[in-house]
């Protein structure tokens, strides 16, 4: 499976201010712990925004909801990255927040705080079908699946895409939140959809198999491409109930892995519209997440005319 060559990538999903910090060891409970922190652009869908622009998609939009506390800045730092923004403002509900607890004597693994704000409040209402015009792609944040609002939304643009040949990905974005969802009404929600990229856990949380290739060759029995992201043991390539490549890691240092698998799949979906196929596409997806976690944040490197927290607030 190669994706349609030329055409935009829309993305729909969150948009969110994360808080990173950064902390050695474990927290210290009543009392103070030292950390570097810092405020940068994050949510899931954005980050895969700005990777696909970054790894070279000429042409990327993001679909979302942030409140009027951020909207500017938000717009601002997806310009930057060379992404055009389609934001809705929501009148009455802050931007989301992430407090990212990010250990670096634990691989920089990555604990989350999420206060979802105005982004589960993405609803069937804030969708235009004339948001696929000129599409070749559409991925669509899990964390769309957490809310009513937001899983009707879904639905409709799930339908919008099939109706225009359009392709559908998803990524299931949280395992925690998958676990309050249940795992049979994902499943249902997510019928129409081509390509879906679990992480290692939300894979083998979705099958109830312990083994991520196990897992993967499982889910595609009912999604056609399925590819599972393992982090440093890289990914796994599924189709029609059958493992077709394990994708290795690229080789880092890693200093933040939040945004990691967002990478990976900006990576992924830029590789496959240009036609590649998708384990080379995997491929490209590991070299982004590898490039991801050795920065801090979710978002790539150098991006144009970005602004910092300047007009934040």
Same mark, same amino acid.
């Given at each position: 499976m190669t994706g349609p060559r030329g055409g935009a990538l829309l993305v729909a999903g969150d948009v969110i201010t994360d808080v990173v910090a950064r902390h050695r060891g474990p927290l210290a409970a009543g009392t103070d712990t030292a950390a570097a922190i810092s405020l940068v652009p994050g949510g899931a869908g954005a980050n895969v925004?700005?990777?696909?622009?970054?790894?070279g998609c000429a042409d990327v939009r993001m679909?979302?909801?942030?409140?009027?506390?951020?909207?500017?800045?938000?717009?601002r730092e997806l310009a930057a990255y060379g992404v055009r923004p389609f934001l809705v403002v929501d009148p009455?509900?802050?931007?989301?927040?992430?407090?990212?607890?990010?250990? *670096?004597?634990?691989?920089?693994?990555?604990?989350?705080?999420?206060d979802s704000g105005a982004s589960l409040r993405l609803g069937p209402e804030d969708w235009q079908d004339s948001?696929?015009?000129?599409?070749?792609?559409?991925?669509?944040?899990?964390?769309?699946?957490?809310?009513d609002p937001s899983r009707a939304l879904v639905a409709r643009a799930i339908a919008s895409a099939r109706a225009r040949g359009v392709p559908v990905s998803l990524d299931p974005a949280s395992s925690g939140f998958l676990k309050g969802l249940g795992v049979e009404r994902f499943l249902t929600l997510v019928e129409g959809v081509d390509v879906l990229l679990p992480s290692r856990d939300e894979a083998c949380l979705l099958t109830?198999?312990?083994? *991520?290739?196990?897992?993967?060759?499982?889910?595609?029995?009912?999604?056609?491409?399925?590819?599972?992201?393992?982090?440093?043991?890289?990914?796994?390539?599924?189709r029609s109930g059958a493992v077709r490549a394990r994708v290795p890691a690229v080789p880092a240092a890693p200093c933040d892995t939040t945004g990691a698998g967002d990478a990976f799949t900006g990576?992924?979906?830029?590789?496959?519209?240009?036609?590649?196929?998708?384990?080379? !596409?995997?491929?490209?997806?590991?070299? !982004?997440?590898? *490039?991801?976690?050795?920065?801090?944040?979710?978002?790539?490197?150098?991006?144009?005319?970005?602004?910092?927290?300047?007009?934040?607030?």
């Open positions: 925004a700005c990777w696909a622009a970054h790894r679909f979302g909801r942030v409140g009027a506390d951020s909207a500017a800045w938000h717009e009455q509900a802050p931007t989301g927040t992430v407090v990212c607890l990010v250990d *670096t004597e634990a691989s920089a693994e990555r604990t989350f705080l999420t948001l696929l015009d000129g599409v070749a792609w559409l991925h669509l944040s899990g964390y769309l699946l957490f809310s109830g198999l312990a083994d *991520t290739g196990d897992a993967a060759a499982e889910l595609s029995r009912r999604v056609p491409l399925v590819v599972a992201k393992q982090g440093a043991a890289g990914a796994v390539v599924a990576g992924f979906l830029t590789a496959l519209l240009m036609g590649a196929e998708p384990e080379e !596409a995997a491929a490209q997806g590991a070299r !982004a997440g590898a *490039t991801a976690v050795e920065r801090i944040g979710g978002r790539p490197p150098e991006a144009r005319g970005r602004t910092g927290t300047e007009g934040l607030g």
